[in-house]
Nanobody
Framework: QVQLVESGGRLVQAGGSLRLSCAAS????????MGWFRQAPGKEREFVAA????????NYADSVKGRFTISRDNAKNTAYLQMNSLQSEDTAVYYC???????????????WGQGTQVTVSS
């Protein structure tokens, strides 16, 4: 069982940066792939980024590629999402996820956090 708690979401101006954190409980954190999804009001949930269990492989949605960076620190049981050059379209609730497979599909992830709100003002 893995519990995920996101933090770091807040109001930020367009062009600014933000780093989200995802603290995981449990001793098996390092065995899970981690990811981030987001959901904006009135829109479907969408994939943002994912990272392999050892941090060596990542993948990103085209909309964030080059602006966002996913990383993890297995010693701290924490995953991160560094977001740069934020745009109003990035406004959403961001969810941290954990699963056995690194994937862009939500159904591949077994565990979800409660979400953290990111609001980008233009």
């Amino acid at each position: 069982q893995v519990q995920l708690v996101e933090s770091g979401g807040r109001l930020v101006q367009a062009g600014g940066s933000l780093r989200l954190s995802c603290a995981a409980s449990g001793r098996t954190f390092s065995s899970y792939a981690m990811g981030w999804f987001r959901q904006a009001p009135g829109k479907e949930r969408e994939f943002v980024a994912a990272i392999s269990w050892d941090g060596t492989t990542t993948n990103y949605a085209d909309s964030v590629k080059g602006r966002f960076t996913i990383s993890r620190d297995n010693a701290k049981n924490t995953a991160y999402l560094q977001m740069n050059s934020l745009q109003s379209e990035d406004t959403a609730v961001y969810y941290c996820v954990a699963g056995r497979v690194r994937s862009s599909r939500a159904g591949e992830y077994d565990y979800w956090g409660q979400g953290t709100q990111v609001t980008v003002s233009s």
